[in-house]
């Protein structure tokens, strides 16, 4: 059965705090996973089943549970995202196996919602810290997720250094509450800033479409849709109004002539940036 996964505040700054685990942040696809019986339910962060996609976690030693966590793969020792969403989006047989050996999957755990016929998910998340460390080995495709408590800050400034995807905080004493987002689970992002074009906006709603220029052309790496106040929204279309190049049914192009800020979790090998945000005009 799908239980709609607990979501994440965002925080703009690391902290301490002694009532507060800090785990690595994972840079992967979420994932919920239920064994009966011997065998796994695998369902995404939307309630899209997984089930026979992931035949790295088909023979594990664990007892009948409830998880919850990331499915990561490590290319070269660091995380690949792009390699992680192929894998749970290939869905042929024989790619899936083809996958399996070429891009395993570690399926990395940070909470327990049931533990045999015992629903976890209103105790405190320091007892189900306990309960998780007690009940699940580290295995080859299955292993605990990495924390500390009280360091936040020192715990950030360690993966800033090695280029990871940022830390999670969360309240020892929080309890699951699915599909639910408050400030007992915060996520701290590396955020990574860069300088793009605009090079056109949406007709509907609020959307940028931001290039940039490679190879003696401006390519696009994808739309902004978050990010920009009131003000930066009116000096924009006042600008633009001025250097309009043509138009289609969802986008109105302009001159690739304003600059600007963005952050942005990483981008894809295709160019695209991983959830980008406006952050500022470059004058």
């Not at 894998?87 to 570690?106: D, Y």
């Not at 905080?169 to 860069?194: C, G, M």
């Not at 978050?226 to 006042?238: E, I, L, T």
Request: charged share 30%; aromatic share 12%.
């Amino acid at each position: 059965m799908f239980i709609e996964p607990m979501l994440l505040q965002t925080a703009d700054n690391p902290f301490d705090s002694d009532e507060h685990y800090f785990e690595l942040k994972s840079n992967g696809v979420r994932l919920l996973l239920e064994r009966e019986n011997g065998l796994n339910k695998l369902y995404t962060e939307n309630g899209a089943e997984l089930t026979g996609r992931i035949p790295e976690l088909d023979i594990l030693e664990l007892d009948d549970c409830y998880l919850d966590g990331v499915l990561v793969c490590y290319n070269d020792g660091k995380e690949d995202y792009e390699a992680a969403l192929n894998r749970v989006n290939t869905i042929q047989e024989h790619k899936i196996i083809q996958g399996s050996k070429e891009f395993p999957l570690t399926y990395i755990v940070f909470d327990i919602l049931r533990i045999r016929k015992r629903n976890l998910m209103k105790e405190p998340l320091s007892t189900r810290k306990q309960i998780l460390a007690d009940e699940l080995k580290d295995q080859q495709f299955i292993k605990k997720s990495f924390f500390i408590e009280s360091d936040g800050i020192m715990l950030f400034e360690q993966i800033k250094e090695l280029g990871l995807e940022g830390i999670v905080a969360k309240s020892k004493d929080s309890f699951y509450i699915p599909a639910h987002r408050s400030l007992n689970w915060l996520k701290v992002i590396n955020w990574k800033y860069n300088v793009y074009y605009i090079t056109g906006y949406k007709k509907q709603g609020m959307g940028l479409l931001i290039s940039e220029y490679k190879n003696n052309q401006f390519e696009n790496v994808g739309v902004v849709e978050f990010g920009m106040n009131n003000g930066q929204r009116k000096a924009f279309f006042s600008v633009t109004k001025h250097i309009k190049t043509g138009e289609d049914k969802i986008y109105t192009y302009v001159e690739p002539f304003i600059k600007c800020k963005i952050k942005n979790r990483g981008q894809l090998s295709n160019g695209e940036l991983i959830d980008p945000i406006f952050d500022d005009f470059i004058v």
